[in-house]
């Protein structure tokens, strides 16, 4: 049985594990005669739970500062009964992050342990600045599971100007209490979360605090303070006309090139720097980009496949994908959607629909998108005459989508 080699960005061989593999087959199948067929009784494999709106960062880069602390929340009952009846319907992992800070829920704590309790993979996407709810729930988590902490820099007033915090946290406490984390779980995998902000960046005409030459001291401070990997990727913006998260849009060809050597430069000074213990991770964009090929990942087929492999779950609603939480045209159903067998059949239907009628060639040009190549394979594996038996098989390890 092959193996499945990339973990964190392998998005069509975590669609051929041997606990997703038939379900990928039955997609398929469904798509080739979808017309006049109902689609396959089966939710997301992997879900973005955003507990809350609420975030005590004002960090300017916020590709969802638009819908962050409109006093809106997932309700803990709500959030049991959606995990109820996805995990029902064959889901195998949750992400919580996005839209808001999970740990300001007050019920943070009880929702890990519920999620946990039904043997879910769970990675949590935190600012740091309560790692104290993730230390009480640490013990739960296993080798499968992650803690990734947004630092985006690796000096204080870096740090500061990026993320603006209310309260009182500095990076080196965060960098401590991120720490105390993995020596409480050494098997729960760390991260280090730099998000890259090149010279000239500008939101709504003001400049945003560029962090390219820390690219290297992170890989150290990293090191230092026991995380498992550092994860690079593209700083996003938001497009104000059609609040799309936008890659590198209106950059001429020159100025992109003087970015990508620039950002390779310190990218390899932070490679040479690895070890045994702590890796780096290039998101997909990121690998595009530096490849010169960022505008190839924003050719999408006109299907976008993979919103009925993974949703995202807000308190303002389902949105079948993370670049357009909070768009209307995205918008799978209401936030409660998944809490009762009736609800779900509406939102499955609802995705069908989405499948055919959102066009994501036109309405994703701007997305570097994550899940470009597989929605590509998918696209031209359905439109052959292939067997799908010829699908081969890879072991179980990752289910985040």
Same mark, same amino acid.
């Given at each position: 049985?092959?193996?499945?080699?990339?973990?964190?960005?392998?998005?069509?061989?975590?669609?051929?594990?041997?606990?997703?593999?038939?379900? &990928?087959?039955?997609?398929?199948?469904?798509?080739?005669?979808?017309?006049?067929?109902?689609?396959?009784?089966?939710?997301?494999?992997?879900?973005?739970?955003?507990?809350?709106?609420?975030?005590?960062?004002?960090?300017?880069?916020?590709?969802?500062?638009?819908?962050?602390?409109?006093?809106?929340? &997932?309700?803990?009952?709500?959030?049991?009964?959606?995990?109820?009846?996805?995990?029902?319907?064959?889901?195998?992992?949750?992400?919580?992050?996005?839209?808001?800070?999970?740990?300001?829920?007050?019920?943070?704590?009880?929702?890990?342990?519920?999620?946990?309790?039904?043997?879910?993979?769970?990675?949590?996407?935190?600012?740091?600045?309560?790692?104290?709810?993730?230390?009480?729930?640490?013990?739960?988590?296993?080798?499968?599971?992650?803690?990734?902490?947004?630092?985006?820099?690796?000096?204080?007033?870096?740090?500061?100007?990026?993320?603006?915090?209310?309260?009182?946290?500095? &990076?080196?406490?965060?960098?401590?209490?991120?720490?105390?984390?993995?020596?409480?779980?050494?098997?729960?995998?760390?991260?280090?979360?730099?998000?890259?902000?090149?010279?000239?960046?500008?939101?709504?005409?003001?400049?945003?605090?560029?962090?390219?030459?820390?690219?290297?001291?992170?890989?150290?401070?990293?090191?230092?303070?026991?995380?498992?990997?550092?994860?690079?990727?593209?700083?996003?913006?938001?497009?104000?006309?059609?609040?799309?998260?936008?890659?590198?849009?209106?950059?001429?060809?020159?100025?992109?090139?003087?970015?990508?050597?620039?950002?390779?430069?310190?990218?390899?000074?932070?490679?040479?720097?690895?070890?045994?213990?702590?890796?780096?991770?290039?998101?997909?964009? &990121?690998?595009?980009?530096?490849?010169?090929?960022?505008?190839?990942?924003?050719?999408?087929?006109?299907?976008?496949?993979?919103?009925?492999?993974?949703t995202v779950v807000t308190p303002s609603g389902i949105f079948h994908c993370p670049a357009f939480r909070g768009v209307e045209k995205a918008k799978i159903a209401g936030s409660d959607g998944y809490v009762t067998k009736g609800k779900f059949d509406e939102s499955l239907e609802a995705v069908a629909r989405s499948i055919s009628t959102f066009d994501a060639h036109e309405e994703c040009k701007v997305v570097g998108c994550f899940y470009h190549h597989v929605n590509w394979w998918l696209e031209n594996f359905t439109n052959s005459d292939r067997d799908i038996a010829e699908i081969e098989k890879v072991g179980d390890d990752n289910f985040f989508l």
């Amino acid at each position: 049985m092959e193996k499945l080699r990339d973990r964190e960005f392998d998005f069509s061989s975590k669609l051929r594990q041997e606990s997703t593999i038939e379900r &990928l087959r039955e997609y398929i199948l469904w798509r080739r005669n979808s017309t006049n067929q109902r689609p396959p009784d089966f939710g997301p494999l992997s879900i973005n739970l955003d507990l809350t709106s609420a975030c005590n960062f004002s960090c300017p880069h916020c590709v969802d500062s638009t819908i962050i602390n409109t006093g809106e929340y &997932l309700r803990l009952g709500d959030v049991k009964r959606t995990i109820d009846v996805l995990h029902s319907h064959g889901l195998l992992s949750v992400i919580l992050l996005g839209g808001g800070e999970p740990t300001l829920h007050r019920d943070f704590e009880e929702i890990v342990r519920s999620i946990k309790g039904k043997g879910l993979q769970l990675g949590i996407v935190t600012n740091g600045s309560r790692m104290d709810k993730v230390a009480n729930v640490t013990r739960l988590l296993g080798k499968k599971d992650w803690v990734r902490v947004s630092i985006d820099a690796a000096r204080e007033d870096t740090f500061n100007r990026l993320h603006r915090p209310r309260n009182h946290v500095t &990076l080196n406490h965060l960098l401590q209490t991120a720490k105390g984390i993995k020596e409480v779980n050494p098997s729960v995998s760390l991260g280090y979360s730099f998000v890259i902000v090149w010279e000239g960046m500008e939101i709504r005409g003001s400049p945003l605090c560029h962090n390219t030459d820390e690219i290297p001291e992170a890989m150290n401070l990293a090191k230092d303070y026991l995380f498992d990997y550092v994860s690079f990727k593209p700083c996003l913006i938001r497009l104000e006309d059609s609040q799309r998260e936008a890659l590198l849009d209106k950059v001429d060809k020159g100025r992109e090139e003087r970015i990508v050597q620039e950002i390779g430069i310190h990218l390899e000074k932070a490679r040479r720097l690895v070890d045994g213990k702590t890796k780096i991770l290039e998101s997909v964009n &990121l690998r595009a980009m530096m490849n010169r090929e960022a505008h190839q990942i924003k050719r999408q087929p006109k299907r976008c496949h993979l919103q009925f492999f993974r949703t995202v779950v807000t308190p303002s609603g389902i949105f079948h994908c993370p670049a357009f939480r909070g768009v209307e045209k995205a918008k799978i159903a209401g936030s409660d959607g998944y809490v009762t067998k009736g609800k779900f059949d509406e939102s499955l239907e609802a995705v069908a629909r989405s499948i055919s009628t959102f066009d994501a060639h036109e309405e994703c040009k701007v997305v570097g998108c994550f899940y470009h190549h597989v929605n590509w394979w998918l696209e031209n594996f359905t439109n052959s005459d292939r067997d799908i038996a010829e699908i081969e098989k890879v072991g179980d390890d990752n289910f985040f989508l």
